[in-house]
């Protein structure tokens, strides 16, 4: 008990008369004492009347099927869920190795077309470049390998949407446990 006032939790636990006798004829002694505290007490006797006479609805006669009925779909779609996880892996591992081929690739392009010797006198001579910017720029954009380029990201962003919907199949349905629904 607190030393000036009964806390919320004392007070409910004296009208659910919780608690041995002695920590009952505490709170006796200080409502004894206490108007405020018998005022709390009272107000909290008449609520809990108040609630008690209220009359009760009865539940609604179709609650049960529906409750069965969200129980059985929620079961379902989970059920759903895990049986395309499988497929959604092997799509996300092949989408990974298609990646890294694409990658690779992209790297013997730019080899092969000499795109890396390019940066690197573009890197060493400054000059040149900003001598001819308009005919350096047309170099790059043909020694550049844009399709392979192209397919990487394209691939890249596949795996991404994998892995997300892999995510979404493998870990239990958040948003469905936050609405309730």
Not at 114 to 143: C, H, K, R
């Amino acid at each position: 008990m607190m030393d000036n006032h009964l806390t919320a939790l004392e007070v409910d636990s004296y009208l659910e008369k919780r608690g041995d006798e002695h920590d009952r004829a505490q709170v006796d002694a200080h409502l004894a004492a206490c108007a405020l505290c018998r005022g709390r007490v009272a107000r909290e006797r008449r609520v809990e009347s108040a609630l008690r006479e209220m009359p009760r609805a009865g539940a609604p006669r179709d609650l049960s099927a529906r409750i069965t009925a969200a129980v059985e779909l929620r079961v379902a779609a989970e059920q759903d869920r895990r049986k395309r996880l499988p497929l959604i892996a092997v799509a996300t591992i092949f989408s990974v190795l298609l990646s890294v081929w694409f990658a690779l690739e992209m790297v013997l392009a730019f080899q092969e077309n000499g795109v890396l010797d390019f940066f690197a006198l573009v890197t060493n001579q400054p000059e040149i470049f900003a001598g001819y910017s308009t005919d350096a720029v047309f170099a790059l954009v043909e020694s550049v390998p844009i399709s392979e380029i192209a397919m990487t990201v394209f691939a890249l962003l596949t795996v991404v949407v994998l892995a997300q919907q892999w995510a979404d199949a493998a870990l239990p349905n958040r948003s469905v446990s936050r609405n309730g629904r």
